[in-house]
């Protein structure tokens, strides 16, 4: 199957219709269990935005794709769906879609610039940019908290030369958030809207990309050398105790600092199915099972 998966991952960097055609290529790694790291996958569609910001959704079963375009906005791809309703932000406002309809319900402004989007409840949902969560009541546009995330700031020079993306992974009313250029995981209790402390892994650089699936978390971390990216690995950690459990390499150190440099080799941990995930890495795909083993 990594043949045949892998196959999608050799060209330029993806997009979220080269990860359905992932999909469906993989048989068993279809269905409602099925997650991707951006984008949800909803009985057979994969609710996503494109390379071009507009929301799409597409039939796995049939490959066709229903594009309801960007409604004159740039959405960004970290967004969450509830029954027929999408929350979507841009960077400056948060927006519901209808996805029966194909009509902006609402949009409200906010002012926390490029972010992801989670449902809270039907009405509540929480704006993470990386450095903060804000929990919006989305009926009104009101910020009911915000949450700073960023124990010791970096300086806003530093966090714009990283551009880091937006990762958060969830576990029922916690969250876990990846924050830029910071060790660490920060978790939030998002029932009662409080941070909680953080999870420090011990030998682990900077959170890059997180998925949390029964008591543990998949994280890819990095180092940085002459700001730039090196010695990325992969580690499955136990969310009670903050130990490491498996940890190995994405590529041997070499080959991981080349690959740095070549933006059309990013790593990205493509979908997550039966407690396992998919992880590109360096124009090869690893299959890891939910003990950390990578099956060849």
């Known amino acids: 199957m990594n043949k045949k998966i892998a196959s999608y991952l050799l060209g330029t960097m993806f997009t979220i219709v080269t990860i359905a055609s992932i999909a469906t290529a993989c048989g068993d790694y279809g269905g409602s269990t099925l997650e991707f790291e951006d984008g949800v996958m909803q009985e057979n569609h994969l609710i996503a935005v494109d390379s071009q910001g507009s929301l799409i959704s597409i039939n796995r079963l049939w490959g066709t794709t229903r594009n309801y375009g960007d409604f004159d906005r740039k959405l960004s791809p970290k967004l969450d769906v509830q029954g027929d309703r999408v929350f979507v932000a841009t960077d400056t406002e948060v927006c519901e879609i209808s996805l029966k309809t194909g009509k902006l319900i609402r949009a409200h402004k906010h002012s926390h610039g490029p972010c992801g989007v989670g449902i809270i409840t039907a009405r ?48 029922g009313d916690l969250l876990y958030i990846a924050r830029p250029c910071t060790f660490g995981i920060a978790v939030v209790d998002l029932k009662n809207g409080k941070r909680l402390q953080d999870l420090n892994i011990p030998n682990m650089e900077y959170t890059d990309r997180l998925h949390y699936s029964e008591g543990q978390l998949f994280v890819i971390d990095y180092g940085l050398s002459y700001s730039i990216r090196c010695n990325e690995t992969l580690s499955l950690v136990d969310v009670k105790t903050g130990t490491v459990k498996k940890q190995f390499p994405l590529g041997n150190p070499a080959a991981s600092f080349a690959a740095s440099l070549d933006i059309n080799a990013p790593i990205k941990m493509v979908a997550v199915n039966g407690g396992g995930i998919l992880v590109s890495s360096h124009r090869q795909t690893l299959q890891v099972d939910k003990q950390g083993n990578i099956i060849k």
């Open 124 to 171: 509540k949902v929480f704006l993470n940019n990386g450095r903060s969560i804000a929990i919006m009541d989305m009926s009104n546009g009101a910020t009911i908290r915000k949450i700073d995330l960023m124990t010791n700031a970096k300086s806003e020079e530093v966090l714009a030369r990283m551009q880091p993306h937006i990762q958060h992974t969830r576990n």
